[in-house]
C-alpha cells in the first residue's frame, strides 16, 4: 500500500485490548491492510491504524481510563 496523506481521522473504541487484537485479525482474513496492528504505546492505550479508501486514517482503540 503506498504512503497517503490522511484527510481526516477517526478513533473507535473498543472494550478491551483483546478486542482491538481480534479485530485486527478479522479485519485482516478481509484482507484490510494496516498501518500498524495492535500495539501498547507507552502511555497504555492498545491501538492499531489502518488507512481507509477514502484516505481517513482509522485508528482501533482501547483506553484503559476511558473504562474505570
Do not use: D
Amino acid at each position: 500500500m503506498g504512503i497517503l496523506k490522511p484527510t481526516a481521522t477517526i478513533e473507535f473504541e473498543l472494550a478491551n485490548a483483546a478486542a482491538v487484537e481480534a479485530a485486527v485479525q478479522e479485519m485482516k482474513r478481509n484482507g484490510q491492510e494496516f498501518i500498524h496492528e495492535a500495539r501498547t504505546e507507552p502511555w497504555g492505550q492498545t491501538v492499531a491504524r489502518f488507512m481507509s479508501p477514502e484516505g481517513v486514517l482509522v485508528g482501533l482503540s482501547y483506553a484503559p481510563w476511558l473504562h474505570e
